[in-house]
T-cell receptor, first 113, second 115 residues
């Protein structure tokens, strides 16, 4: 069975500081891993994804994530937070061909001026 | 990519009534997904809607409560029936991108408040 754990339902960082949002997964087969962002009153949009190949993936808005199989992690980072990064972030795991996603419980990022 | 339009974007409903949410996609897709996002919680898949067949419901969701229509490859509706305050939630329509990479595209959601 698959599962996703996001550590920290709320994270606050100062503007310009490093953003680190944690995600650990469990999967019995090689997973596809995703980070989605949800801005207020909007649906989710894809930030980045890992399917195969390079384990460090870059996404939109300066975000990146590294797939670490040994640690079953897929943490999201951004070197310098911007006020516009304030949103809710969801980590998700998907098994190819099943059309089934497991979403984490989300982390709400607050950026302090 | 896919552009998804949902309506209504929000509504306030009375207990015991029903509301139908519409989802329009700008391209033809085989499968459409309906998710529920309860306040402070993650996304939960309600059902998968295939054109020309009955929707497939996840555990804990039933057709009588959440009837779904899928009349063509670009449109679907979800009805929330006999609503109670526990149905207050955001309902999201979603489709999967081409090539089975797993990427999901979402509508902006329909925020329902049941009084």
């Amino acid at each position: 069975a698959q599962s996703v754990t996001q550590l920290g339902s709320h994270v606050s960082v100062s503007e310009g500081a490093l953003v680190l949002l944690r995600c650990n997964y469990s999967s019995s087969v090689p997973p596809y891993l995703f980070w989605y962002v949800q801005y207020p009153n909007q649906g989710l949009q894809l930030l980045l994804k890992y399917t195969t190949g390079a384990t460090l993936v870059k996404g939109i808005n300066g975000f990146e994530a590294e797939f670490k199989k040994s640690e079953t992690s897929f943490h999201l980072t951004k070197p310098s937070a911007h006020m516009s990064d304030a949103a809710e972030y969801f980590c998700a795991v998907y098994t190819s061909g099943t059309y089934k996603y497991i979403f984490g419980t989300g982390t709400r990022l607050k950026v302090l001026a | 990519s896919a552009v998804i339009s949902q309506k209504p974007s929000r509504d306030i409903c009375q207990r015991g009534t029903s509301l139908t949410i519409q989802c329009q996609v700008d391209s033809q897709v085989t499968m459409m997904f309906w998710y529920r996002q309860q306040p402070g919680q993650s996304l939960t898949l309600i059902a998968t809607a295939n054109q020309g067949s009955e929707a497939t419901y996840e555990s804990g969701f039933v057709i009588d409560k959440f009837p779904i229509s899928r009349p063509n490859l670009t449109f679907s509706t979800l009805t929330v029936s006999n609503m109670s305050p526990e149905d207050s939630s955001i309902y999201l329509c979603s489709v999967m991108g081409q090539g089975n990479t797993g990427e999901l595209f979402f509508g902006e959601g329909s925020r329902l408040t049941v009084l």
